[in-house]
């Protein structure tokens, strides 16, 4: 079993900061990209950001400018630092990731369970 931990999220006022992880663990042979997505109440899941192995990163139009994925290969981690946060921000933000398994040796994917990222204007 592959297990995705997010932590860092929170309330924050309009043009504030957060900086949101990300942990992988469990049967991994090895990780792939890694990605945060996002779902607002009402609104479709979609795609903040996205990274590869080897950090290429892409971005939604949305959040260009203001956000920024990382990761750490060693520690199996990824973050989003968000900055000039923006009341449409808000929503809940999971993590992605693509992977083979450790066991069956599949390509396949894990999501995390969410954490909440809240704005006040």
């Known amino acids: 079993q592959v297990q995705l931990v997010e932590s860092g999220g929170g309330l924050v006022q309009a043009g504030g900061s957060l900086r949101l992880s990300c942990s992988a663990s469990?049967?991994?042979?090895?990780?792939?990209?890694m990605a945060w997505y996002r779902q607002a109440p009402g609104n479709q899941r979609e795609l903040v950001a996205t990274?590869?192995?080897?950090?290429?990163?892409n971005y939604a139009d949305s959040v260009k400018g203001r956000f920024t994925i990382s990761r750490e290969n060693v520690r199996s981690t990824i973050y989003l630092q968000m900055n000039s946060l923006k009341p449409e921000d808000t929503a809940t933000y999971y993590c992605?990731?693509?992977?083979?398994?450790?066991?069956?040796?599949?390509?396949?994917?894990?999501w995390g369970q969410g954490i909440q990222v809240t704005v006040s204007s």
């Open positions: 992605n990731a693509q992977y083979i398994h450790g066991v069956t040796f599949s390509p396949t994917q894990a």
């Open positions: 469990g049967s991994i042979w090895r990780l792939d990209d």
């Open positions: 990274i590869t192995v080897g950090g290429i990163t």
